[in-house]
């Protein structure tokens, strides 16, 4: 199973987008359960009643958390650490989502499929991303026009996967295993850098240094020694962008 991962300000619109992301996986067969970490707004969470109802009548498992952070800035993973809790031994993968992602014009079967089997050796990526329906995305192998053929900036015109070196964090993919390694990592150490005692977690060291800049360039290298912690299949792909 895959557990779903969403940090989100609350707003209206991000509340109608996760309605139609969990209809989507449910209308395509697929059961994803969903985990909701909200930022900012009131400690009453009757507002989200409405959601809750949809994910019941979808048959969907959605915890929902209001965070205890006080106010000002946090790096997302001062949010998604908490994630660590809500997986379950039937979780394969954590899906990492922003509150503007949609699944509305995805065939996730094919993309799921292509998750599993695009690679050799039987494994799907340690660190997977989609290709983003958005013309901005500066990581041209996110960049769904890369991937347009005929397109001007097409180079991978009719490729449906590439072997990369960085996954942007918009919305990756990860192995379970591999999420909860890393961030048992990441907590133990790395805010002597801002004056913070040795050991504090890094994301608080970047609350106080005020930037969410930067951790994704760490997924892939940390996915090789994960792979050699564990054990697992050296030939299994490490990161990768799936069209």
């Not at 599993?116 to 041209?140: D, Y």
Request: contains cysteine; hydrophobic residues 45%.
């Amino acid at each position: 199973g895959i557990l779903a991962a969403v940090v989100t300000g609350g707003k209206k619109g991000a509340k109608a987008r996760l309605v139609r992301n969990m209809a989507t996986w449910r209308g395509q067969g697929w059961h994803v359960d969903w985990v909701v970490e909200v930022t900012d707004g009131e400690a009453d969470m009757s507002k989200w009643d409405g959601v809750k109802a949809v994910a019941a009548m979808l048959n969907v498992t959605l915890t929902i958390h209001r965070s205890t952070l006080p106010d000002g800035f946090h790096t997302s993973l001062s949010y998604q650490h908490s994630f660590r809790s809500a997986l379950k031994p039937e979780h394969r993968a954590i899906w990492l989502l922003g509150e503007e992602v949609s699944f509305a014009r995805t065939n996730t079967s094919n993309w799921l499929s292509l998750w599993q089997c695009a690679f050799e050796g039987g494994a799907p990526p340690v660190v997977a991303s989609p290709v983003v329906r958005q013309s901005s995305r500066s990581f041209w192998p996110s960049n769904w026009i890369s991937w347009t053929p005929g397109a001007a900036y097409g180079w991978l015109g009719g490729a449906i996967a590439l072997r990369t070196s960085f996954v942007e964090g918009q919305a990756p993919l990860l192995d379970a295993k591999f999420f909860a390694w890393f961030f048992g990592k990441l907590e133990a150490g790395g805010g002597a850098g801002e004056g913070l005692p040795a050991g504090t977690p890094l994301w608080e060291a970047l609350d106080k240094a005020g930037t969410d800049w930067g951790v994704d360039e760490l997924w892939c290298k940390a996915g090789e020694e994960f792979l050699g912690a564990s054990k697992g299949d050296p030939k299994r792909t490490t990161c990768a962008v799936l069209r």
